[in-house]
Structures are given as C-alpha cells and as structure tokens.
C-alpha cells in the first residue's frame, strides 16, 4: 500500500493575532487526504526530523475523520522558513509520507537592531532543545526568583533563632510576676517614668511567653507569637491594647494620672489576663 497523503495547512483564527500568518507556537492543522495502512496508530504520530531540526514542529494531536482522511493539530517551536522534500509522521511502527512541505514561520519576538529576530540559542542544560531567547529569560527569571526566596527564608529562619536563643539572658530565679511587682514598687517613688514602665512589662512578657519583646516592634510581636507561640495568641488583642497606650502617652498624653491607669491595665494583664492556664 502506498502511504502518502496531500495535506493542505489551514491556520485557524486567532484574536490579536495576524490571520492566516504562522508564528512560534501557534496551532495550525493540516488536512489530509491518501492512503495509509489502516494500523497505523495516530494518537502516536510524530514527525521524523533530521538531526538539524529535531524539535521544529511537533505533532499535538493526530485524528482520523474517515478511511481517507486525517487531520494533524501541528505547532512550530523555532522561526524560519522550512521545506521537507518529503514530511513523514510515524506511530513507531509505521509511517505516512506527508509529501513535499514548505513553511515560513515568524517569531512572536520582536525584531533586533538588525531587523532580524533574536536568534534561537542551542541546548539548555542536558536537553538538546533550541528554544528563543524570550523563553530563556523567563525561565532563568523564575530560578533567581526562587534562589532569591530561599535566601530570604533562610534568613528569617535564622534571625528568629537568633531572637529565640537570645530569651536566655533574660532567665532569672524570680518568677516573672514577682519580678516584675519588685520592678514597679521600685518606680513609684519615681512617679512611674514611661519608658521604665514599658521596660518592666516588657520584661515580664519576655519572660512569661518567651517571646523577644525588646527585639520587635508591637505588630512584629504580634506576629510572631501567632507563629511561634501559638497557644498565647488569644492574648494579642490585650498585648496590643497595652502597646497601644504606650505609644499614645508617648506622643501626646502622658501625665501621672494616665500612667497610673495604664498602671493598673498592666496589673490586670499580669494578674489575670496573662495569666499561664
């Protein structure tokens, strides 16, 4: 049995896309028309290619309609002009002589200085595979984006070590609460100075839920208790209230009457609300 068929390329419409122009990547179809042995086995097709050209076009999906026809969803992964004397698919097995074909594909690239195209660059790696510089590019901007964000992980794994490790200077044989009690008893005769106030609370919240509070900011606390202390996180909304007042009186309304009350939310976060279950 002769295997051959006459195909004719038909390029289906595309919007934003010039009509009836092939370019890199765009699925085209060849129609086709013959006689082949009725075997063979089109969900296999491929082109055989010489060893210049091993990856310019490639078979997508191969159908048959009927005993005479068939149709071949085709894309093109290099720019060019391409003529073979004689196009063949096979299944492995058998094969189908597509007759002479020619093609001109255009690159998506825009053209260089030169008026030309980027050149496609060779093998990638192991593979053999041409592709355009543009793909290049992308895939080596997604593997600096990924070194890039284990670097960045890397480091915020080790800086919270670091803040985490640093808690032991902090350790004492007085329990936090006492500690801090003692703290405030010693502030009164000073009318309870703002930042010493901060200070001692900030030590007892330290100490209490081995967190590095002298290390964070307010909602950088917050955050990491949601992350490392999981089991506190129920307190943040009292933690915050406190830090809240804190930054208030610094920028406007500290006096001894408001730091005596801001006094007696602390006693009450040390006596019950932070209370350990």
Not at 123 to 140: A, C, G, M, R, T
Request: proline content about 6%.
């Amino acid at each position: 049995m002769d295997n051959s068929a006459k195909c004719q390329l038909e390029i289906p419409s595309v919007q934003g896309l010039e009509p009836a122009q092939l370019t890199v990547g765009r699925h085209a179809l060849l129609k086709c028309e013959g006689e082949w042995d009725k075997i063979f086995d089109f969900t296999k097709a491929q082109f055989i290619l010489d060893e210049k050209q091993p990856y310019a076009i490639k078979v997508l999906k191969a159908e048959a309609r009927d005993l005479n026809h068939f149709d071949l969803d085709i894309v093109f992964h290099q720019a060019g002009q391409f003529q073979w004397p004689q196009l063949l698919i096979t299944d492995g097995a058998q094969q189908v002589n597509l007759g002479s074909q020619r093609f001109m594909v255009q690159s998506v690239l825009k053209p260089g200085p030169d008026g030309k195209p980027p050149e496609a660059f060779g093998s990638v790696l192991p593979l053999s595979l041409e592709w355009p510089i543009f793909y290049f590019l992308i895939l080596l901007s997604l593997l600096c984006v990924s070194a890039i964000s284990a670097v960045l992980y890397g480091r915020y794994r080790m800086k919270m070590k670091k803040l985490i490790d640093s808690l032991k200077k902090y350790e004492s044989n007085i329990d936090p609460d006492l500690q801090f009690y003692r703290s405030i008893r010693q502030l009164e005769k000073q009318q309870y100075p703002l930042p010493e106030l901060e200070k001692a609370f900030s030590l007892y919240v330290t100490r209490t839920f081995q967190v590095p509070a002298f290390d964070l900011t307010p909602a950088q606390l917050y955050r990491f208790i949601k992350k490392f202390r999981p089991e506190f996180v129920q307190l943040r909304p009292a933690l915050k209230r406190i830090y809240s007042e804190f930054e208030t009186l610094k920028n406007d309304h500290d006096s001894i009457e408001h730091r005596q009350d801001l006094l007696k939310k602390m006693y009450r976060f040390v006596d019950v609300e932070g209370r350990l279950p």
